[in-house]
């Protein structure tokens, strides 16, 4: 168990390292790995570690000294590093070192309609000149900050239609219609979905549209959707009603790649062999694709890019405070590995 209020070294047992090496990544020292540093960085933010990183060069930008990264934790969870959010907060800490910023960083409590429980001291005093909000977080609670603290903001894999906030997110349509896209192409006709629901988060709502419009585009009728949230969990007892179901399905396309493990146990306690009679594509490309086996087909997000430029929005709006919000979409890449067999030879 980690104390109330988290130590150097409960962000170093977190992240499997020494103290040293904590203290090394987390004061931008020489001797860290890239992978050691993305560990520590991530441990600190998921503990609410009080931390500040800085360079020893001057602050190029004078309106923009010392930047917040916020993420947010479910009120009384266990802390975890988050496959996803840790490579996003790499690339946001090595553009904060690109451009001689102050980072810190820290974790917004909310309870389980995802109300925050507290806000950081990083902002209640006043410690930084710009803020990242980066994950899922209510409309409420974005609008709240911005109102309250009267900082930049700049929402990374974040929502909020109509703000004037600046935005780094996912083309989720786009990548969701190429993993199915991909799936017809090899010759799938009756393709799942697990891993989203009508009242899911924006995000996961849009790869929903993508797998709708591909089967639209390609002239499929048949739709095969089992709600799920996005753990290996809940994904595997979908895809088990999902494959009861509909035994005739020879591929789903998961929302993320975590959905895909849950599939591909479902697959193996129902007797599917993948992929040679379940075909399977993920979302998101975290490691786990490729420590489980058979490595998991899935749509590539680069991650550290969306860190990267967050920061980049963040040093322009502080500069240009008046000027119109924008919002960047982020590319997916299909990256082809062993879960998905073609069923027919493929036209080249």
């Known amino acids: 168990m980690f104390s109330e209020k988290p130590t150097l070294r409960d962000v170093a047992k977190l992240a499997g390292v020494s103290l040293g090496t904590a203290s090394n990544a987390l004061n931008n020292r020489g001797n860290v790995s890239d992978e050691a540093r993305t560990r520590v960085i991530e441990a600190a933010a998921a503990l609410g570690y009080r931390m500040q990183v800085r360079t020893a060069a001057p602050v190029v930008t004078p309106s923009l ?46 309870d389980k309609v995802s109300r925050p429980v507290n806000l950081p001291p990083m902002l209640l005093d006043n410690q930084v000149d710009g803020v990242l909000m980066v994950g899922t977080f209510l409309e409420d609670t974005i609008h709240q900050i911005g109102r309250k603290f009267e900082i930049p903001v700049v929402l990374v894999d974040a929502y909020a239609p109509g703000s004037r906030f600046d935005s780094v997110v996912t083309d989720n349509i786009t990548g969701a219609y190429t993993a199915v896209k991909y799936l017809i192409k090899q010759g799938h006709t009756k393709i799942g979905l697990v891993g989203s629901s009508a009242d899911a988060y924006p995000s996961i709502r849009e790869r929903r549209k993508g797998y709708l419009r591909a089967l639209k585009h390609h002239r499929i009728p048949d739709v095969y959707i089992e709600d799920s949230e996005l753990n290996r969990d809940s994904a595997y007892e979908a895809a088990c009603a999902l494959l009861q179901r509909a035994p005739e399905i020879t591929a789903i396309f998961a929302c993320n790649d975590e959905v895909a493990v849950g599939v591909m146990l479902a697959a193996r306690h129902t007797g599917r062999d993948v992929p040679h009679e379940l075909s ?24 550290i890019l969306m860190g990267k430029l967050a920061v980049r929005f963040l040093r322009d709006r502080a500069e240009t405070p008046d000027r119109a919000p924008l919002t960047t979409l982020i590319g997916t890449t299909l990256i082809p590995r062993e879960t998905v067999r073609p069923l027919v030879r493929v036209q080249r």
């Open 65 to 110: 000294s010392v930047v917040g990264a916020i993420g947010k934790v479910d009120d009384g969870v266990t802390m975890t590093i988050n496959p996803f959010y840790s490579y996003v907060l790499a690339g946001i800490e090595r553009e904060c070192q690109r451009y001689n910023l102050s980072l810190m960083m820290a974790n917004i409590s909310v």
């Open 280 to 303: 399977v594509i993920g979302f998101d490309d975290i490691d786990l694709a490729t420590q489980f086996s058979p490595a998991i087909t899935t749509m590539r997000v680069d991650k």
